[in-house]
């Protein structure tokens, strides 16, 4: 079975899956360490489910690149694409968190599914497009079709 061959498709397919689920679910929520501390009464971005304008600045560049990786006819332009994707979809959360004063691994508002899921997908595509990539460069090239000589004795 060729399931292998199509192996780089399958996880760039997940990864883009994870996000458009990570980017609509929340991305933080009060970390369950706190209990008993006073916890500020605001409402940051990517607290609720559902897309925000967040989940904008991470879909809206991820679906332009892919869609060019789509149509490109040179397999090398597209991989590259498609491993710049999951890139922006990888410095978009970490941003998140490095942006906010409030959210953070220790702090009062912790990452939480959307996040989690997001970074994920943008591994995957990382993954589907670097091992389709590699694929390329180390397949064997193929002969050139032409007349081939034949000698008389």
Do not use: C
Not at 63 to 81: C, I
């Amino acid at each position: 079975m060729a399931l292998h061959k199509y192996a780089p498709s399958i996880i760039v397919g997940f990864g883009l899956t994870m996000i458009v689920i990570g980017t609509w679910l929340p991305w933080i929520r009060v970390n369950p360490n706190l209990a008993g501390e006073p916890i500020p009464d605001i409402l940051l971005p990517h607290m609720h489910i559902g897309f925000e304008w967040g989940s904008g600045l991470v879909i809206i560049p991820l679906a332009l690149l892919l869609s060019l990786a789509l149509f490109w006819s040179r397999p090398v332009q597209r991989q590259l694409l498609i491993i710049g994707a999951g890139m922006w979809a990888l410095i978009m959360p970490l941003n998140y968190l490095r942006e906010l004063s409030l959210v953070g691994f220790q702090s009062t508002f912790v990452p939480w599914i959307g996040w989690y899921l997001t970074v994920a997908g943008g591994l995957l595509l990382l993954v589907g497009g670097g091992t389709a990539l590699w694929r390329f460069r180390n397949q064997p090239s193929k002969p050139t079709t032409g007349a081939v000589e034949h000698s008389s004795s």
